[in-house]
Antibody, heavy 112, light 107 residues
């Protein structure tokens, strides 16, 4: 069974940093691209970032480019999202997505 | 950026009815389109990829069609568990973009 489990969310002040993790199981993690998608309360889905299976290529939404960094450790079957210079508008549930599956999400709250 | 437009915003249906949800892309995305289902308080769930291929475990009452700029998700006979919000997403071009969602509610 494919499982994606996010962690690392929490409360952070404006301008602060957080690192999200997503631990994968049930598939050959290093063979598949992964993405982060977020959802602000009561809103729709917003694609945030993508990384290919090897970790060599990454793409970002304009809204996070230069502030967020996606990475992966294929030995640990783990996907990461380093989020710096956080803004109020970054507050959302962050989901990892890959291999036709979604994680349960982790909540990021940003406040001044 | 490709804009994905879903219609209608809300679909009021009765169990057993056939539902057709539309997704339109502002430029061609070929068949690089996925559909997701999201119920309140839950994570989204993969339904369809490649415009028409059902993900593992998805019931046959869900079907996807279309290519280019016009896509449809059809639910042949609505079950109680199908009342939810549905999103389309293109993965043809960067940045990936989602539609705003269609809520299928009980009439």
């Amino acid at each position: 069974e494919v499982q994606l489990l996010e962690s690392g969310g929490g409360f952070v002040q404006t301008g602060g940093s957080l690192r999200l993790s997503c631990t994968a199981s049930g598939f050959t993690f290093g063979s598949y691209p992964m993405s982060w998608v977020r959802q602000s309360p009561g809103k729709g889905l917003e694609w945030v970032s993508y990384i290919d299976g090897s970790g060599d290529s990454a793409y970002y939404a304009d809204s996070v480019k230069g502030r967020f960094t996606i990475s992966r450790d294929n030995f640990k079957n783990t996907l990461y999202l380093q989020m710096n210079s956080l803004r109020a508008e970054d507050a959302a549930v962050y989901y990892c997505m890959g291999y036709y599956s979604w994680g349960l999400g982790t909540l990021v709250t940003v406040s001044s | 950026e490709i804009v994905m437009t879903q219609s209608p915003a809300t679909l009021s249906m009765s169990p057993g009815e056939k539902a057709a949800l539309s997704c339109r892309a502002s430029q061609s995305v070929s068949s690089n389109l996925a559909w997701y289902q999201q119920k309140p308080g839950q994570a989204p769930r993969f339904l369809i990829y490649g415009a028409s291929k059902r993900a593992t475990g998805i019931p046959a009452r869900f079907s996807g069609s279309g290519s280019g700029t016009e896509f449809t998700l059809t639910i042949s006979s609505l079950q109680s568990e199908d009342f939810a919000v549905y999103y389309c997403q293109q993965y043809n071009t960067w940045p990936r973009t989602f539609g705003q969602g269609t809520k299928v509610e009980i009439k």
